[in-house]
């Protein structure tokens, strides 16, 4: 018994691991990502502390006196440099050299610091020269600081003594790197393009999944249910095509038909109309296409499940219904619907949550365009983290809005179970009992 | 028995495979090289460094130092997926050697330690990094550090198409005193419009081809912005004036309201409007420099100089006539050993020599990057190159390094095609863009 149950956990281990890895991970880090400010700029893996003209900037209203101590940049040849120069083992000359002429010098940058040393007579290298020059810096504006207590001892050595609170204020005016904060939350629920494209996605989620993935298929199912079987093949083997045509191929196909110089543009053009490109030419000319380019694909597989639960039908109930009588249309409305319910309410839920989070067709079509007419909730998370013209990618952001698109499935997975009562779907029917 | 000789090659194999490592490790590198928006003309981003590979090896053997450089080259057409790999990568710890991107990635990758500043490798007065351009040099520093070499320079002129020009009542005279015209303000956008307006009415172009933009977004967008008086950064902080940004945005819709800009221009597939500019189905349109290398090249127009006349953007309401320089500069990526940052730099040094940089320079008709370049012969003796650094590079803008800019971007772009679809308003497209630039940046931009 024990051993069988060892076994058991062994051979469940693969899955688990799968599971934990491929499912619950990735919610778990878009989470955590969400409640981060990441983007390119701040980095994932971290951040240093740098005082930068902006941060100078940023300390300019708490921390005045500060912020002007630090705004310039200070270079000067003094004992203490020379004697780090010394132990640097470098060519002894360079100390020696710039002991005897540029003792007590100041210079106001970098570059004008670093003429001086590279005109030494020993010419070091370009990065001897950067190791030389940071020696004699007696400034902290730029330096890029690893830890946050090497920039406070620098800026002690400057003769600012911070207080604690001081120090905070300090770090955070000048760290490059990403924070735990919940402004994501806020700029989805405040920015009224965030309600724009939540408004997108519910018309497109809906629409396809009304008149397509659910009514099409429906309708698709019923009528080669009455079909002759060989010809009822036919017609689902024909809309099987979007489904198994890749799917780059398969928009490709919409664009021919579509575009300035494709099909209905050449048609229409007998009748006198100049060309145009159909796809793009409105906002409901996009939508028309997007939801039909959707549609022809999810209508299949709606169409797969209805057809096979109607199958399952015992047929003696067509027969006994049509000895009384009954027209197709009873018996569509009182044998086979009502023993549709639960494919019915599985493909809605997985109908729902995968329009939810698919929008390669979109991608492909459209991209969202024209303006940001069909840019829906997971194709603008996609573009806010990980693909965009400025190549400003917002992780933090981009996560936030996944993590939205999470919830909103599982709150409709939940109100879909409600409706069609689950409860009673898969408690034991009495007559087996 | 048959297991014995098996094992026997195997072990050869691995035997051999181990030598050649260790002398391939004696004496090779390998640095890599992305580049950006690199189409069929651009080769020689990445082709220069195989020049300079071969220059440096026999600078190391000469030295009696053997050096063997492999130079791995991935140019990315576009820009969305190749900062996408490159700012993954990276975080990755995959970052190539050296990537050649637009200046305006230095603030984000910089801050995020993405890239080091290449001034800790190459002596910046020394030649040929001390003759490139100043205020070139000026646009890749941040943060007081120069942080990329400057791998092209380009301006974007607006294009009128000649025979139009003439159709609707320009005398050639009046066409060649055109750029001047706007450089001094006598033409504005608003008779970019009227003509626009006129050759469509003549029947010279079809609908909506009268001003014919760029069909995605682009830096260029921000030269109307200028052209109608606004500013980009003012002492490193980025600035939003709201007038400006309006009459910008206003600008589009009337275009489009005036039929001569299509509504959904934007997105439209980029081969079909590279087509239909080099055959004149267009009337006015924008574009860069490099514009002219695709369409003598790739498109099939024959004489440029005969069919197309180039300018300055002209002046709008309450700004000047202007052009932008968006150069792309080689940058040094960071989580590489010392000494391959100083080959790779070495390298970025070699691949900016005059000769070597005209090569990129004339083949895709971008301009060059420093004085001495324009006297190479294959420089010098092109009209396009020549023509187009006297006319366009004095009056050129930069967009600014900050680390903030692309999330600015984002927004003015966003709510720019928001107002030329017609889905907003041009006031409620700058309100909307100011309540989200308050949001996202906060201190970081002022606005007024």
């Avoid at chain 2, 309100?431 to 308050?438: G, M, P, R, S, V």
Wanted: charged share 20%; aromatic share 12%.
């Amino acid at each position: 018994m024990r051993t069988s149950r060892t076994l058991g956990l062994f051979m469940i281990a693969p899955a688990s691991i799968m599971i934990f890895l491929f499912f619950l991970m990735p919610v778990v880090l878009t989470a955590i990502f969400a409640m981060t400010n990441m983007s390119t700029a701040t980095g994932i893996s971290g951040g240093a502390w740098q005082v930068t003209q902006a941060a100078v900037n940023r300390l300019k209203t708490d921390l005045p006196e500060l912020a002007d101590g630090i705004a310039e940049p200070r270079f000067i040849i003094d004992e203490e440099g020379l004697k780090e120069l010394e132990t640097l083992k470098l060519k002894p000359g360079f100390a020696a050299e710039l002991r005897a002429e540029h003792m007590g010098e100041v210079y106001p940058s970098r570059r004008e610091a670093e003429r001086v040393i590279k005109a030494l007579k020993d010419r070091p290298s370009t990065r001897e020269v950067k190791q030389i020059s940071d020696l004699f810096n007696r400034s902290v504006l730029n330096t890029r600081f690893e830890t946050r207590d090497e920039l406070m001892a620098n800026l002690k050595k400057l003769g600012f003594d911070l207080t604690p609170q001081q120090q905070d204020i300090v770090a955070r005016a000048t760290y490059t790197g990403w924070i735990w904060t919940t402004d994501n939350f806020r700029i989805i629920s405040s920015s009224p393009d965030m309600a724009q494209i939540f408004f997108n996605t519910a018309f497109y989620v809906s629409v396809t999944l009304l008149l397509f993935n659910v009514g099409y298929a429906l309708f698709l199912a019923l009528t080669t249910h009455y079909m002759q079987a060989s010809t009822a093949s036919v017609f689902r083997a024909i809309w099987l095509l979007p489904r198994i045509t890749p799917v780059v191929i398969y928009v490709l196909l919409w664009k021919w038909l579509t575009w300035d110089s494709g099909f209905i543009s050449t048609f229409m053009s007998q009748f006198g109309y100049p060309p145009k490109n159909y796809l793009l030419d409105t906002a409901y000319n996009a939508w028309f296409f997007v939801i039909l380019i959707n549609g022809f694909i999810g209508a299949s597989m709606g169409m797969l499940v209805f057809s096979s639960a109607i199958k399952a039908i015992p047929q003696t109930q067509f027969h006994a219904s049509e000895v009384d009588g009954a027209s197709r249309l009873q018996q569509i409305r009182y044998i086979i619907l009502p023993q549709l319910r639960w494919p019915i309410l599985f493909v809605t839920c997985y109908q729902t949550l995968s329009l939810l989070a698919s929008f390669n067709e979109i991608l492909l079509s459209t991209r969202g365009g024209p303006g940001k007419a069909t840019e829906v909730w997971s194709l603008a998370a996609f573009h806010t983290a990980l693909n965009n013209y400025t190549g400003n990618l917002e992780y933090g952001l981009g996560a936030a809005m996944a993590l939205v698109l999470v919830v909103v499935g599982i709150i409709l997975s939940l109100i879909y179970l409600r409706i069609f009562r689950y409860d009673t779907l898969i408690s034991k029917p009495l007559i087996e009992d | 028995m048959t297991v014995l000789p098996i094992l026997k090659s195997a072990a050869l194999a691995a035997v051999l495979l181990a030598s050649t490592a260790v002398f391939a490790s004696a004496k090779d590198v390998t640095i890599s090289v992305w580049s950006g928006g690199s189409g069929p003309n651009d080769n020689y981003r990445t082709d220069a460094f195989d020049i300079a590979a071969d220059i440096l090896e026999r600078e190391a053997a000469i030295r009696g130092e053997q050096l063997n450089i492999i130079v791995q080259k991935t140019p990315y057409s576009g820009w969305e997926d190749f900062k996408q790999a490159l700012t993954l990568a990276a975080e990755a710890k995959k970052a190539p050697n050296i990537v050649a991107t637009g200046h305006e990635d230095i603030g984000p990758w910089a801050q995020a330690g993405l890239i080091v500043p290449v001034e800790n490798y190459i002596d910046l007065d020394s030649w040929p990094i001390g003759d490139i351009y100043p205020n070139l040099m000026e646009i890749t520093s941040f943060n007081g550090a120069v942080y990329g070499i400057p791998q092209d320079a380009e301006s974007r002129p607006m294009f009128f198409w000649k025979p139009y020009m003439k159709a609707i009542g320009y005398t050639d005279s009046d066409i060649e005193a055109l750029p001047g015209k706007i450089e001094k303000g006598e033409y504005t956008l608003k008779n970019v419009l009227e003509d626009a307006r006129k050759m469509q009415d003549k029947g010279l172009v079809q609908a909506g081809y009268g001003f014919y933009p760029r069909n995605s977004n682009g830096p260029d967008y921000w030269q109307f912005y200028t052209s109608f008086g606004g500013v980009m950064e003012e002492e490193g902080k980025l600035v939003f004036d709201k007038a400006a940004m309006k009459r910008t945005y206003q600008y589009f819709a009337d275009l489009v309201k005036a039929g001569v800009t299509k509504k959904n221009h934007i997105g439209m597939p980029g081969d079909q409007w590279w087509k239909e500019v080099a055959t004149g189905k267009a009337g006015i349109w924008h574009g860069g420099t490099w514009h002219y290398a695709r369409l003598v090249n790739q498109e099939g127009l024959k004489d440029f100089f005969a069919n197309v006349q180039f300018t300055l953007i002209p002046a709008g309401e309450g700004g000047k006539a202007n052009t932008l320089t968006h150069p792309l500069a080689y940058l040094l990526m960071a989580g590489h050993t010392e000494e391959e940052t100083q080959i790779a730099a070495d390298l970025i040094k070699i691949a900016s020599e005059p000769r070597i940089n005209a090569l990129h320079a004339i083949k895709s008709a971008h301009l060059g990057i420093s004085p001495s370049e324009t006297k190479v012969d294959l420089y010098a003796g092109n009209r396009w190159a020549s023509e187009a650094t006297e006319r366009l590079l004095p009056h050129a803008n930069a967009m600014p390094n900050n680390a903030e800019f692309g999330k600015y971007w984002t927004i003015m772009w966003k709510n720019l095609e928001a107002t030329w679809t017609g889905a907003k308003t041009a006031d409620a497209a700058v309100n909307d863009a100011e309540t989200e630039l308050k949001s996202t940046l906060g201190n970081s931009i002022i606005i007024r």
